[in-house]
């Protein structure tokens, strides 16, 4: 079944452009995908961006923030994200937050409802995960460093945790993937060594497909290349046994009416993918 807002939310001024994943998911899990509009930011931010580091009044942010909980009717778990593979608990980010000290982490994971896990965009890719029975939902923050170090597969352990374990169930129980907008793979640059990265860290059996999504670009002697992230994503839940992975298919660089981007602007801001489970 397609993952929706509830819709009383529908009559809280959701913006037409903000994304809805289209996503197996079941009937009790939302999602949602923010976009540039529908918030009071101005200048290089304009209009809904949720970053305090994005160089934004943070009257605005706030603002754009409670906004957001408004619209969804859940608090959002925000964490301070380092591109890392630490995953923290939903709750204990959003205690953290409320404490004014965000944990630095770039994934939450939780089997609470009415609690959205959340991360921040403006290029990295975002993952949103749940499991079949919707028992439990995770959001990853993976940008290249973040995804070659495993955050993908720690937020996906961090979500079979979360499920019930009886005979098992939670370390073999079905998840469900969806990718979000960021920087696609004919705009996403990288140097030689974030090729050597990926592939020091796959397996054997994932070689070819690592290689393959890399794609000579430029001088050769500069050995620079093309990265298609989602790729490399899927590579990583498919190590997790993820094979329902939707999305994707958003470039952040090339649409910049819709998507905040860093490569693209550099002073810009940012956007939010969020899921959480209703009771």
Not at 34 to 56: I, Y
Not at 215 to 222: F, I, L, S
Not at 252 to 270: E, H, L, M
Request: net charge negative; proline share 6%.
């Amino acid at each position: 079944m397609t993952s929706s807002l509830p819709e009383r939310n529908h009559q809280h001024d959701i913006p037409d452009d903000w994304i809805i994943p289209d996503w197996p998911a079941p009937s009790n899990v939302r999602a949602v995908f923010t976009t540039r509009a529908g918030g009071v930011s101005e200048g290089p931010q304009a209009t809904f961006n949720l970053g305090f580091k994005a160089d934004d009044d943070p009257a605005a942010v706030t603002t754009n923030r409670a906004l957001l909980a408004a619209r969804t009717g859940v608090p959002s778990a925000w964490v301070a994200q380092v591109h890392g593979p630490r995953v923290v608990d939903s709750q204990d980010a959003l205690d953290a937050v409320r404490a004014g000290e965000p944990l630095q982490a770039d994934a939450s994971a939780t089997n609470a409802a009415g609690l959205a896990s959340t991360v921040m965009v403006a290029d990295c890719l975002p993952v949103l995960l749940c499991d079949a029975q919707g028992q439990a939902v995770a959001a990853a923050h993976a940008g290249w460093r973040g995804l070659c170090v495993g955050v993908i597969e720690q937020a996906v352990q961090a979500l079979r945790a979360r499920l019930p374990q009886t005979a098992g169930a939670g370390e073999r129980a079905e998840v469900i993937a969806w990718l979000g907008p960021c920087i696609g793979p004919a705009t996403f640059e990288v140097g030689p060594e974030v090729r050597e990265a990926f592939l020091a860290a796959a397996t054997p059996a994932e070689r070819d497909a690592t290689l393959a999504a890399f794609v000579a670009h430029g001088d050769p002697e500069a050995g620079k290349s093309l990265a298609d992230l989602c790729a490399l994503a899927r590579l990583r839940l498919a190590r997790e046994g993820v094979t329902s992975v939707s999305g994707g298919q958003w470039c952040t660089v090339s649409d910049a009416s819709r998507f905040y981007s860093y490569r693209r602007d550099r002073t810009t801001g940012r956007m939010a993918a969020l899921v959480w489970r209703v009771a």
